[in-house]
């Protein structure tokens, strides 16, 4: 019997990475589930489940990782923070825990993985970012930047990751609030920002809270990352939630 197809996802403790990890196992793929503190709890017990540890900012969790793995036929750049602040009280020690994370984590992972995918030719990576790329919100700036990095990161990669038959690809997911992204970005709020701006704070949560639009499930996103990864026609960017698909949509029909 030929070996299953093996996908290794990071940031697989909750949200967007654990439902992934969930369809690609029900998929019958192997699945490398990665996270900075393993556990299984929230997984099924499964032969095809490999839980190991990562921690993205650090390359000797980086190397281990990888060297534990073995051969990968996708890697999903997932892991991420978060962060709502205005710039001008932030603490530049959590801009820089943002880009470490969110942006320089995802060219270490697929750093990793390269020299193994294009000596075999083969190999797809898929970077999630997020939709506030496309649409500016308040207090998401440093957020923002990050994954606009990420954006320009991934769609130059593939150009010179094409002669050797690697894939790169982008999943865009919407708001997400069921996710751990808001006790992330709460975390890195800790500290009192400027007395000028807590009005306005004030106001932009309670909009986000009101709201009765369309959003974004993890379920969303875990289908979009299988599109990415298992159809060689899926395109270079993929919305993941009604209200990114919406936004997406508006933005290519103005």
Request: negative net charge; contains cysteine.
């Amino acid at each position: 019997m030929a070996d299953l197809p093996t996908v290794l996802i990071t940031g697989c403790s909750s949200g967007f990475g654990l439902d992934t990890a969930h369809f690609f196992l029900e998929k019958g793929w192997k699945v490398i589930a990665t996270m900075r503190t393993p556990r299984t709890d929230q997984l099924p017990t499964s032969d095809n489940l490999h839980v190991l540890a990562l921690d993205v900012t650090d390359a000797d969790s980086i190397a281990r990782c990888i060297e534990a793995a073995g051969p990968i036929d996708a890697l999903v750049n997932n892991a991420g923070i978060g962060l709502l602040a205005p710039v001008e009280g932030l603490d530049l020690a959590s801009a820089r825990e943002i880009f470490e994370t969110n942006t320089l984590g995802t060219i270490a992972m697929t750093q990793a993985v390269l020299p193994q995918f294009r000596e075999r030719r083969g190999g797809v990576v898929v970077n999630v970012t997020s939709t506030v790329t496309l649409k500016s919100l308040p207090l998401l700036s440093v957020y923002t930047a990050s994954k606009a990095a990420v954006n320009a990161f991934t769609e130059s990669l593939a150009l010179e990751l094409e002669p050797f038959d690697v894939r790169v690809r982008l999943v865009l997911p919407g708001r997400a609030p069921d996710t751990a992204f808001g006790d992330n970005a709460r975390r890195l709020m800790a500290a009192p920002i400027p007395q000028a701006y807590v009005d306005f704070r004030d106001q932009v949560f309670a909009s986000v809270g009101a709201t009765d639009s369309p959003l974004t499930h993890a379920r969303d996103v875990a289908e979009a990352v299988w599109q990415a990864v298992t159809d060689p026609a899926a395109p270079m960017r993929l919305a993941a939630g009604a209200d990114a698909v919406a936004l997406s949509e508006s933005l290519s029909h103005p």
